[in-house]
C-alpha cells in the first residue's frame, strides 16, 4: 500500500507539471546511466510467453519500476521507453498491447476506469486492433499481503478458478519474492531514518548485496553511490 501511494503522489506530481512548460526531461536511458536507475535491472518483464496471466503480473511490476523514475524523466519519455523496447523485442503489436496496459495502469494509479480498447489505430500492418482479452483484476495478479491465512487461502482458491492451478501456483511464487522484498525496503527504510548521513551507506551495505543495492537506493530516494 505504502509503494502504490508514492507512486500515486509521483504521478500525480507528473501530471500537475505538465500544466507549465517543463524543462527538457532526461531520457530512461540517461537516467539508466548516471540517475536513480542506474546498475538496477528492471524489475518484472515484457512478455512471458504462453503465460498470458503472469505476463500481465510481470508487466506490471515492471511499470512499477519505471515509475519510480518519474521527476528525472517524464510519462511521454516512459511511453516512448516502453514502445522502443516492447517493439525491439517482440515486435510492433505486442508494442501496441503493452502501451495500452500502460495507460490502462496509470488509469488505475489515478483512480480511472481502466480503458478497454486502446487510443489510435493499430500499428501497420495491422488492419484493425484485436479485440481485448478480459482483465484480470489486478487483486488477483499483484495482490498486496493477505493479512492472515484465510484471506490468503481465499486468494490462491480464486486464482485456481479463475487461471488454474498451475498458473495460481506461479503467482503464488511471485507473490513471496515481491511481500519478501518489500519487507526488506520498508525495514531498511525504518532503520534509515535513526542513522546519520555517513552510516547509511553502511547499512544499506549490510542489508543489500550486488545488483539489489543499487535498486535499493532508488527505492528509497537516495542517490546512487
Known amino acids: 500500500m505504502?509503494?502504490?501511494?508514492?507512486?500515486?503522489?509521483?504521478?500525480?506530481?507528473a501530471l500537475a507539471a505538465c500544466a507549465a512548460p517543463p524543462p527538457t526531461p532526461r531520457s530512461?536511458?540517461?537516467?539508466?546511466?548516471?540517475?536513480?536507475?542506474r546498475g538496477t535491472e528492471l524489475d518484472g518483464a515484457w512478455a512471458a510467453p504462453g503465460k498470458r496471466r503472469e505476463a500481465e503480473a510481470l508487466l506490471l511490476r515492471r511499470f512499477d519500476h519505471l515509475l519510480t523514475a518519474l521527476g528525472e524523466t517524464s510519462l511521454p519519455e516512459?511511453?516512448?521507453?516502453?514502445?522502443?523496447?516492447?517493439?525491439?523485442?517482440?515486435?510492433?503489436?505486442a508494442a501496441h498491447e503493452a502501451l495500452a496496459a500502460w495507460d490502462d495502469h496509470l488509469a488505475v494509479l489515478q483512480g480511472r476506469p481502466p480503458t478497454q480498447m486502446?487510443?489510435?489505430?493499430?500499428?501497420?500492418?495491422t488492419p484493425r486492433v484485436p479485440k481485448r482479452p478480459a482483465v484480470v483484476p489486478r487483486?488477483?495478479?499483484?495482490?498486496?499481503?493477505p493479512v492472515n491465512e484465510a484471506?490468503?487461502?481465499?486468494?490462491?482458491?480464486?486464482?485456481?478458478?479463475q487461471l488454474g492451478a498451475a498458473a495460481?501456483?506461479?503467482?503464488?511464487?511471485?507473490?513471496?519474492?515481491r511481500w519478501d522484498w518489500q519487507r526488506r525496503i520498508d525495514d531498511a527504510r525504518s532503520a534509515l531514518q535513526s542513522?546519520?548521513?555517513a552510516a547509511k551507506d553502511a547499512e544499506l551495505a549490510r542489508r543489500f548485496t550486488g545488483r539489489e543495492l543499487p535498486r535499493a537506493r532508488a527505492l528509497l530516494g537516495l542517490p546512487p553511490a
Open 2 to 13: 505504502v509503494k502504490r501511494a508514492l507512486l500515486l503522489l509521483m504521478l500525480t506530481t
Open 28 to 37: 530512461v536511458d540517461e537516467v539508466r546511466a548516471t540517475g536513480s536507475l
Open 78 to 93: 516512459l511511453r516512448r521507453f516502453i514502445e522502443r523496447e516492447v517493439t525491439r523485442e517482440h515486435g510492433p503489436q
Open 118 to 125: 486502446p487510443d489510435g489505430p493499430a500499428p501497420e500492418p
Open 139 to 145: 487483486s488477483l495478479l499483484a495482490p498486496d499481503k
Open 151 to 161: 484471506d490468503a487461502q481465499a486468494l490462491h482458491a480464486q486464482r485456481v478458478a
Open 168 to 177: 495460481a501456483e506461479r503467482l503464488r511464487a511471485q507473490d513471496l519474492s
Open 195 to 197: 542513522l546519520a548521513p
